[in-house]
């Protein structure tokens, strides 16, 4: 499905909305360009998951462990990813499949390991400087 995002406030409450679905074991896999979003989404996300720590991207960490919330919150930024082998070598099948949420930016550079079932969203920019259009499967917003 297409969902048009106005502006920041509607990425914020998107991302409270998504967090009320999210299972463990469920991933979330987010792409689109530099700037679309996918860290803000992020940070809605563990909003809505009662996350109170401050979300970050940093360079060289592929993933972020979050514990403080309703479940536990994996963040991945695979942006600097040079080789799947990488995910094998952190073990990431152990969060992917475990008890907690994963949400992964940049999540084509690994598209062949993003579960079948997983909400992918991919976000483009819209007409103004704030409107993002998501593509959205597996969630029906
Ligand atoms: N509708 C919107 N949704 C989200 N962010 C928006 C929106 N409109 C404007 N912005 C701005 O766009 C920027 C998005 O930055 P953000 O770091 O979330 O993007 P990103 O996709 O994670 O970037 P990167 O590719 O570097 O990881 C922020 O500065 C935010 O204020
Ligand atoms: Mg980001």
């Given at each position: 499905?297409?969902?048009?995002?106005?502006?920041?406030?509607d990425?914020?409450?998107f991302?409270?909305?998504l967090?009320?679905?999210?299972?463990?074991?469920?991933?979330?896999?987010?792409?689109?360009?530099?700037?679309?979003?996918k860290?803000?989404?992020t940070?809605a996300i563990?909003e809505?998951?009662?996350?109170r720590?401050?979300?970050?991207?940093?360079?060289f960490t592929?993933?972020?462990?979050y514990y403080?919330?309703k479940?536990?919150?994996y963040?991945?930024?695979?942006?600097r990813?040079?080789?799947t082998?990488?995910?094998?070598?952190?073990?990431?099948?152990?969060?992917?499949?475990g008890?907690?949420?994963?949400?992964?930016?940049?999540?084509?550079?690994i598209i062949?390991?993003?579960p079948?079932?997983?909400?992918i969203?991919?976000i483009k920019?819209?007409k103004?400087?704030?409107?993002?259009i998501?593509?959205?499967?597996?969630?029906?917003?």
């Open positions: 499905m297409i969902k048009i995002i106005k502006n920041e406030q990425t914020k409450k991302g409270l909305e967090a009320k679905e999210l299972k463990p074991g469920s991933v979330v896999a987010l792409t689109g360009d530099l700037g679309t979003g860290t803000t989404l940070k563990a809505g998951l009662e996350i720590e401050l979300i970050t991207s940093p360079t592929i993933v972020q462990e403080g919330g479940l536990p919150l963040h991945f930024d695979v942006y990813i040079c080789d082998e990488e995910m094998y070598e952190l073990g990431y099948e152990e969060y992917f499949f008890q907690g949420v994963c949400i992964v930016e940049w999540a084509d550079l062949d390991l993003i079948e079932n997983a909400v969203i991919n920019y819209g103004t400087p704030e409107e993002r998501y593509e959205i499967k597996n969630y029906n917003a």
